[in-house]
């Protein structure tokens, strides 16, 4: 029986079992398995998984009964863990698999991807050895040429004679049309080695992967000239040739757009990925925004659309109005106030409420949240405490329970923020406006928290690279930030001059509207006496320090309404706050504060 050709340089891939359960080692096949990848085989002396997960697919299973039947995967003579190690088997044969995630999947007992499970001694994923791959059937780029070791190739080269190139002056020539990642690794470690740093030859791989593999006849491809955007067509495959210095040895032709565009007129989400800082970037999420620059879009879509020339209008970013409805039910008898809030989050992108406690802030804050987003679904709440940090409201390695396993390791998680951000940059989502609260903005060290972040607020038309992931970021312009700050609590740092910067600050005080007579709209609402309301408004007016003015909201709950529960709620929720406030100055806070003393200077 002839044996299963291997696929000419590619290495050997190795999976580990968790918690020391083995070793299993495969190569990739140069014969082609019926879902349109190289088949793979795994090599005697594997370790498999003895248990297999209840969701693993059919194939696998019955894969795995049939080796086992037949002798091909036997039990383990020894345990590489020790004694508390999964049990597992050992394959007694080469096993030829039908992928490289069908491989994955037999050795884990649990459905896995292969091109991102099986590595290198090296820890290289199969999937950069992988020719073929799936990408979108159309897609953007950004190539930079205006400062090409200091020569302008925009303005020289690529308008004058309609191409787009990259520099590749130390790479051999090249043999096939489509090199895989690992070869062109190869080829930068060789012709490289001393002349890039490993980041930089790390960037110049996936910049030229991108150049020669990636990009497509048919492929929209932008540049920079002058603060100026060019647009143009992709029309030819990538080729090599002679350059001065070697600075366009790398080329494609290209049908350049006669128009050009001022940066400052672009979309903002254009602008954003923009600002990546990449030789090669992919424009692919905002096709549709370079596409309609020019009002119409090109060729095969011309023809989708009707043969019209025209695209569907984008659905522009906006917040609903404020409704006679919504300032009922916030009881805000001042709709223009509500109006300002609008416009403040429509030109800002993010504000804080602040205030003494009780004031409504929270409550307010996910109200016009659900508004403007049209539902809780968009909302996303978090309360920021002395511990917070930067790995927990963006992102950072925390650990991780394998569901399947329960193996625990230290993975790249997501926080809130990041979350909502990917959630709100979605395809079909980016006209809807997405808002994260932040309840007691100022009780973390906000620095700490933000990092790098504190750039996006200012500058939303920006990215920056992310301190964890190394990703390029932006904060999408859908996204929308209301803060909560408590006025009162003497113990939190005061918010520093960069963090008022970048927001906006409103108002929330006992003492001016909308709150000032907020307690005696709900009690007219309720069908209450209108005592409480008399009472709170005597008792701020012995407040000298307006940052201790009491809230509404401690008088607008069911239980002060019931059989001594006005008294009981003064008792134990107002006057410690004011003895709090008064702490050693010998003041008999009930004396002065209490219902009866108040009762008895209303006139």
């Not at 069908?102 to 991102?116: F, I, N, Q």
């Not at 701020?540 to 008294?567: C, H, Q, T, W």
Request: charged share 25%.
């Amino acid at each position: 029986m002839p044996q299963p050709e291997r696929l000419p340089g590619a290495p050997e891939f190795r999976i580990r079992l968790p918690r020391g359960g083995g070793e299993a080692r495969g190569c990739l096949l140069t014969e082609f398995g019926g879902n349109g990848t190289n088949k793979f085989l795994l090599l005697k002396g594997s370790a498999v998984a003895a248990e297999a997960s209840p969701g693993l697919g059919d194939h696998a299973r019955r894969l795995r009964a049939e080796l086992r039947a037949s002798g091909g995967l036997v039990d383990s003579p020894i345990s590489p863990g020790g004694p508390q190690s999964p049990p597992h088997w050992v394959a007694a044969r080469d096993v030829e698999c039908n992928s490289p995630s069908a491989a994955a999947a037999l050795v884990y007992g649990y459905d896995a991807s292969g091109p991102e499970s099986w590595r290198t001694d090296e820890g290289h994923p199969l999937a950069d050895y992988l020719s073929t791959s799936w990408r979108a059937p159309r897609k953007a780029w950004l190539v930079r040429g205006s400062n090409v070791s200091g020569h302008n190739l925009v303005r020289r080269l690529w308008l004058a004679e309609g191409v787009v190139s990259l520099a590749g002056a130390h790479l051999p020539q090249l043999e096939e049309a489509n090199p895989t990642k690992s070869t062109l690794r190869r080829f930068v470690q060789e012709g490289y080695e001393g002349a890039a740093s490993y980041h930089q030859k790390q960037g110049l791989v996936d910049e030229l992967h991108a150049f020669l593999t990636q990009m497509r006849v048919g492929d929209t491809v932008a540049t920079f000239d002058d603060d100026r955007l060019h647009i143009g067509r992709i029309t030819g495959e990538a080729m090599q040739t002679a350059s001065p210095g070697g600075l366009s040895n790398l080329r494609r032709t290209v049908a350049w757009r006669t128009d050009s565009h001022p940066y400052e007129e672009l979309p903002g989400e254009v602008q954003q990925k923009l600002s990546v800082q990449h030789d090669v970037v992919d424009l692919t999420g905002v096709l549709d925004a370079l596409e309609g620059l020019n009002g119409h879009a090109q060729g095969a879509d011309s023809e989708e659309a009707g043969g019209t020339g025209e695209r569907p209008a984008q659905r522009e970013l906006s917040l609903p109005e404020i409704t006679g409805e919504l300032a009922a039910d916030l009881l805000v008898h001042d709709r223009a106030w509500l109006e300002e809030v609008r416009e403040i989050l429509l030109d800002e992108r993010q504000l804080v409420f602040y205030g003494p406690p009780g004031t409504g802030k929270t409550y307010l804050a996910m109200k016009l949240a659900e508004h403007f987003g049209g539902g809780p679904e968009q909302v996303k709440i978090v309360q920021f405490h002395p511990s917070y940090a930067y790995e927990d409201f963006f992102e950072g390695f925390r650990p991780v329970e394998d569901p399947e396993t329960r193996e625990v390791a230290f993975r790249l998680t997501a926080g809130p923020l990041r979350e909502l951000a990917d959630l709100a940059s979605r395809e079909g989502n980016r006209h809807v406006p997405h808002f994260l609260i932040i309840d007691e903005i100022n009780r973390a060290n906000l620095a700490k928290v933000f990092g790098e972040l504190y750039f996006l607020l200012e500058y939303r038309t920006r990215s920056v690279r992310l301190t964890y992931s190394g990703d390029d970021f932006a904060l999408p312009p859908n996204l929308f930030v209301i803060g909560t700050m408590n006025t009162a609590d003497r113990s939190i740092a005061l918010v520093d001059t960069a963090m008022r910067r970048r927001f906006a600050f409103v108002e929330l005080s006992p003492r001016t509207e909308p709150t000032a007579g907020l307690l005696a709209r709900w009690l007219e609402r309720e069908g209450r006496d209108p005592e409480p309301a008399h009472l709170l408004e005597a008792l701020n007016s012995l407040i000298d320090d307006a940052d201790f003015a009491i809230g509404p909201s401690y008088l607008m709950k069911p239980g002060v309404y019931r059989d001594g529960g006005l008294e009981r709620t003064w008792r134990t929720k107002i006057l410690p706050l004011l003895e709090e406030h008064h702490y050693g100055e010998g003041l008999d806070v009930a004396a002065r504060y209490g219902l009866d003393a108040l009762r008895e200077r209303r006139p």
